[in-house]
């Protein structure tokens, strides 16, 4: 276990499909954090989960956004009905609390055409 | 809204300067991380902080969080080419933790 790993690496999809975005966080770790970034700007929070149970969303993830972590391992983040302003780096993050800092994925760099 | 600003925004440096970047806040944090990003990759935990006034030294930086816990400085002494990438810090906050991150440092050091 390496560290935390995020599938596909890049997605190019077009205007309107559904996209599915994967993360395997360290198994160990019960929490896991969904971010999004921009280019130029520092990721933004938009959920999280302990263990399999949600228990924060951001007011930025509408109701096109959808995340699961079924069992409370690894975790999905789809996409319904792409914009092109949902294109942005969409990063995963694990850890055990905050004292103890988090592990970042790769990202899956989204970009809609 | 952007909670934590960080300055400077840019910053090109020559081999063996030394430099500092900011982040402040007018909110306190329960934690304040700080992590380095290349170019399409993910952010990279270099420290966390957790006490008010606490100071960490990891080889040629230096991390200090600030007494009211809403400012935090990273130090970088005899800056190397491969100091070189997006310094980024971010507070915890909330019952989940969640990071909140500031704008980031591009910090690029010439050889």
């Known amino acids: 276990d390496t560290g935390v790993s995020q599938n596909p690496r890049h997605k190019i999809t077009k205007r309107g499909q559904n996209v599915t975005f994967r993360c395997d966080p360290i198994?160990?770790?019960?929490?896991l954090y969904w971010y999004r970034q921009t280019l130029g700007q520092g990721p933004e929070f938009l959920t999280y989960?302990?263990?399999?149970?949600?228990?924060?969303k951001s007011r930025l993830l509408s109701d096109r956004f959808s995340a699961e972590r079924p069992k409370g391992s690894f975790s999905t983040l789809e996409i319904q009905r792409t914009e092109q302003g949902d294109s942005a780096m969409y990063l995963c993050a694990s850890g055990v609390g905050q004292i103890y800092g988090y592990t970042f994925g790769s990202g899956t760099r989204l970009t809609v055409v | 809204t952007q909670l934590l600003e960080q300055s400077p925004q840019f910053l090109s440096i020559q081999e063996g300067e030394n430099l500092t970047v900011y982040c402040n806040s007018s909110s306190v944090f329960s934690s304040l991380q700080w992590y380095r990003q290349e170019p399409g990759e993910g952010p990279v935990l270099l420290v966390t902080v957790v006490t008010g006034g606490e100071v960490k030294k990891l080889k040629r930086l230096t991390f200090q969080f600030g007494d009211a816990r809403k400012d935090s400085s990273l130090h970088i002494t005899a800056a190397q080419p491969g100091d070189t990438g997006l310094y980024l810090c971010a507070g915890g906050r909330g019952a989940t933790n969640k990071l909140i991150f500031g704008t980031g440092t591009l910090l690029a050091v010439q050889p």
């Open positions: 989960f302990q263990n399999e149970a949600q228990l924060e």
């Open positions: 198994s160990e770790h019960n929490r």
